[in-house]
């Protein structure tokens, strides 16, 4: 091999050996900007939580008329007189139909007979007759009572004529409404009389304000039927609104109670102690850290609860640390977690 061959080989020799060397110092230059900005990454990591707004109760339901009753056929005697018609609407009072007693009819008659026959007799004015037609007479002044008696309205509302057989004649419904509904045994517990209430009618999305006006402590019905499946109780619950518009009867509708509780459920992690031993957690306003005093109520190594210095809504600190001060910026991405534990989008 010629001197020039051997310098040749030599110099490829370097730049083989250059270029490796240079791949190394790139790949460990990159190795090392990664592993600087993950730590970076995971320094700027901040975890948050939302306090969840108060429990919300969902009840279905169906409007119904606040009074409602059902007048049948009369067992004794029949109707000489009915004094309404279907749809008609009437006031507390009315008379609705009168019922002619044909049995007691005929007593009165035969009592006024004996009377006249009692009276063509008493030509000498017999005081003893004459007590007797007295006697007569008022029995037959509280059989009339009988005789046609006046069936009336118990209160203003609006009459059906029920045609069917074997159903009620005549059916008087009020003109006022209320929603009647069911909850479980599980929910039951959480409600109270006067509980304000939203209620929207599904069939028209309409939302209308009542409360809770009703609150049965009797079970009407349970599901479930085996022992993996408690068996759960339902009780009725009555509803009253506080607007009667756009309300019919039978339509179904779906209450939403929210149950007020100022107290407030948050991470054991996110306490933190201040110089006197106080508790206090780190809170989100804007994106900006804030002290903030908090009273507790209960706690465990999971949750405490608060009952004083948070609101629901609210958003704080999970786990924050010694190097966090009020008034530093939390990062963009950091994480927010929800009540339950779950990322929040």
Excluded: W
Excluded at 71 to 84: A, C, D, Q, Y
């Amino acid at each position: 091999m010629s001197f020039l061959e051997k310098l040749k080989n030599k110099k490829i020799k370097i730049v083989v050996g250059i270029t490796v060397v240079s791949s190394l110092l790139i790949g460990v230059y990159y190795l090392h900007n990664k592993k600087s900005n993950t730590i970076n990454s995971e320094e700027n990591y901040v975890e948050t939580y939302t306090i969840a707004d108060n429990e919300k109760i969902f009840i279905n339901g169906v409007i119904l008329p606040t009074k409602s009753k059902e007048f049948s056929m009369p067992t004794e005697g029949e109707i000489s007189k009915l004094n309404v018609t279907n749809g008609k609407i009437v006031k507390e009072g009315d008379v609705l139909f009168t019922v002619k007693n044909e049995s007691v009819i005929s007593e009165i008659d035969s009592l006024k007979s004996q009377i006249n026959e009692l009276k063509k007799s008493n030509i000498d004015n017999d005081p003893i007759i004459n007590a007797e037609i007295n006697k007569l007479e008022s029995q037959v002044s509280t059989l009339n009572k009988k005789a046609y008696i006046d069936t009336t309205a118990p209160f203003a509302g609006k009459v059906y004529l029920n045609d069917q057989d074997g159903s009620s004649m005549i059916t008087l419904q009020s003109s006022t409404f209320y929603m009647k509904g069911q909850t479980s045994e599980q929910d039951l517990p959480k409600l109270q009389i006067d509980d304000p209430v939203t209620v929207t009618i599904l069939s028209t999305s309409k939302k209308v304000t009542g409360r809770v006006s009703a609150i049965s402590d009797r079970p009407t019905s349970s599901q479930g039927d085996n022992m993996n499946n408690p068996t759960l109780s339902y009780y009725d619950i009555d509803i009253s609104f506080e607007d009667q518009e756009d309300l019919v009867n039978g339509f179904h509708v779906q209450a939403c109670i929210e149950i007020t509780d100022s107290l407030c459920k948050i991470p054991s992690s996110s306490i933190l102690k201040d110089e006197n031993d106080k508790p206090y957690v780190f809170k989100s306003y804007d994106g900006i850290l804030k002290k903030q005093k908090i009273e507790i109520q209960s706690q465990n190594d999971e949750f405490t609860v608060v009952k004083d210095g948070l609101d629901k809504q609210d958003i704080i600190i999970r786990y924050p640390s010694d190097k966090m001060n009020e008034g530093d910026a939390i990062p963009v991405d950091t994480l927010g977690i929800d009540t339950e534990g779950m990322q929040s989008e």
